[in-house]
């Protein structure tokens, strides 16, 4: 299978129907961790791979370091899901997941807050250089 933007985006709009499904069902004021169970069940349910809690290294100028950051979802081996349970979004977690877009090359990530009333309107995706790589259709 050849991974296209077209792809990716129709991946990346699966995942926040499933992050709607999770919102409209538990509403805005728990957990992150509650959210996470929930969406990756959601997520597993329309058959896709889904990785919780992955650890990513940082290689700083060719050399591994002891430090590692943690992915809060990993969607078929492409798009990041970052959550948060926040009364806002702020710079620094869209700094966090631009890097690790870029640490672990690849191509969009999603950051999605579960602390609001309309989750979809407070979505922020953000696309790498991989993405602008991938062929569009």
């Known amino acids: 299978m050849v991974i296209t933007q ?12 499933a992050a709607i499904e999770v919102h ?10 509650v959210y996470e169970h929930c969406l990756l069940k959601e997520l597993i349910n329309k058959g896709l791979e889904v990785k919780t809690q992955v650890w990513l290294p940082v290689n700083y100028k060719g050399e ?8 809060d979802m990993l969607v078929n081996d492409l798009v990041i899901v970052e959550l948060k349970a926040v009364e806002a979004i702020l710079p620094v977690h869209k700094a966090q997941l631009i890097t690790y877009l870029k640490l672990a090359e690849k191509p969009k990530g999603l950051l999605l807050n579960f602390h609001t009333d309309n989750i ?18």
Do not use: C, D, M
């Not at 409209?24 to 961790?33: A, C, D, F, K, T």
């Open 6 to 17: 077209t792809y990716v985006n129709q991946l990346s709009y699966e995942i926040v129907g």
């Open 24 to 33: 409209r069902n538990l509403g805005p004021g728990l957990l992150e961790s």
């Open 64 to 71: 591994l370091l002891e430090q590692k950051f943690k992915l």
């Open 120 to 137: 979809s309107k407070n979505l922020v995706p953000l696309v790498s250089e991989h993405f602008a790589s991938l062929p569009f259709s």
